[in-house]
Each structure stands twice: as structure tokens, then as C-alpha cells.
Antibody
């Protein structure tokens, strides 16, 4: 069974940093592009970042470019999102999501339950 | 950059009725890269449809997708209480990967 479990969320002050993790199981993690999607309270979904297998291709939404960094560790089946210079508008539930292929664009076929990041003083 | 506009914002129907949800792209997009997701209250999104009309694994045939750029449709046949959710379309043809604003489906 495919499972994605996010962790690392919490309360952080504006300008602070946070590192999110996503533990994957039930599939061959290294074969898949992985993604982060966020959802501000009461709002819609916003794609944040994607990383292909072998980390060959990495993409970011303009809203986080230069502040967030996506990475993966295939040895531990883990996906990460390093978030720096956090702003109030980064407050959201952050979901980890799998794409079915190693590269190229595809829909997100499995999602974690999300971890809440709150940026507030 | 593609912008997806979903309508209506909220759809309120009786049990057993059919729901028709719309997603319009701001520019020509390939139907090969259009997906629909369901997000029930308090839950993570779930993939329903990819490639505009292909059902994801385990999705019942009451859900169907159709259309080609720029207009796409998600149809939910015979509404049941478990279909109460927000439905999002997404274009995944190129970065960024936009989502529509969502359509909330309610049961009267």
C-alpha cells in the first residue's frame, strides 16, 4: 500500500525557517517524481515544487522560488522541503504527492495527509 | 502561464441528481494534461481523472471527464452524500502546474 507521511510542520516566526519531510513507503520511491502542494486555510490548492527521479529536474512556483528548496533521499525514501525566509502567506497545510512516472509531467496519484505550517509572530 | 477557471463556485443538488462541473483554461492546453481531484472535508485530495477523461485506479464509473482545450467537464452521476467535496481541476502540461479555484458540491 502506498503511504506518504509528512512531518515537520509547526509554528514559526516571519523570516524563520522550517524543514518538512515526507516518508514514503509501499512503492519504489526512486522511480517517481515527487511534489509538494500547499493549501492555505479555507483556500484552494497551490502547487509548490516538483523533483524528478535522480533529482535531474527541479521546478518551483514563482511564489517560493529563491526561498524554498526541494530535495530527496532515495536511500531513506524521503522527500524534503527546506523553507527559508518564511512569510505569513506561506501559512498552509503542505501535502506531499507522488507522480506515477520518473520524469515528465503527470497528475498526482497519491497524496499524504499534510502537515500544517503556521507563520506568525 | 495557464490559468484555470472553475464554475460554478458552489453546486447544490439533490441526491440522485447529476452534477456537471466546468473548468476553462485561459489558453490552449492539451487534453492529455488535464486532471480532476476530489477533496472531501478534512481529507487530502484524491485523483479522479487524468488525461481529461481517464479514470484513476479505483474510481467508480459515476465519475467521468470530457472536453478538450480550453473547456473541460467533470460529470458526477447520481449524487450521493459521500460525493460532498470540493473538486479541483489541474493542468500538468508544464511548470507551473496550476489548479483551478475549485467547485464545492453540496447535497440539498
Amino acid at each position: 500500500e502506498v503511504q506518504l507521511v509528512e512531518s515537520g510542520g509547526g509554528l514559526v516566526k516571519p523570516g524563520g525557517s522550517l524543514r518538512l519531510s515526507c516518508a514514503a513507503s509501499g512503492f519504489t520511491f526512486s522511480f517517481h517524481t515527487m511534489n509538494w502542494v500547499r493549501q492555505a486555510p479555507g483556500k484552494g490548492l497551490e502547487w509548490v515544487s516538483s523533483i524528478s527521479s535522480s533529482s535531474n529536474y527541479i521546478f518551483y512556483a514563482d511564489s517560493v522560488k529563491g526561498r524554498f528548496s526541494i530535495s530527496r533521499d532515495d536511500a531513506t525514501n524521503s522527500l524534503f522541503l527546506q523553507m527559508n525566509s518564511l512569510r505569513a502567506e506561506d501559512t498552509a497545510v503542505y501535502f506531499c504527492a507522488r507522480a506515477p512516472y520518473s520524469s515528465g509531467w503527470s497528475a498526482f496519484d497519491y497524496w499524504g495527509q499534510g502537515t500544517l505550517v503556521t507563520v506568525s509572530s | 502561464e495557464v490559468v484555470l477557471t472553475q464554475s460554478p463556485g458552489t453546486l447544490s443538488l439533490s441526491p440522485g441528481e447529476r452534477a456537471t462541473l466546468s473548468c476553462r483554461a485561459s489558453q490552449g492546453v492539451s487534453s492529455s494534461h488535464l486532471a480532476w481531484y476530489q477533496q472531501r472535508p478534512g481529507q487530502a485530495p484524491r485523483l479522479l481523472i487524468y488525461g481529461a477523461s481517464k479514470r484513476a485506479t479505483g474510481i467508480p464509473d459515476k465519475f467521468s471527464g470530457s472536453g478538450s482545450g480550453p473547456d473541460f467537464t467533470l460529470t458526477i452521476g447520481r449524487l450521493e452524500p459521500e460525493d460532498v467535496a470540493v473538486y479541483y481541476c489541474q493542468y500538468y502540461g508544464d511548470s507551473p502546474l496550476p489548479f483551478g479555484g475549485g467547485t464545492k458540491v453540496e447535497i440539498k
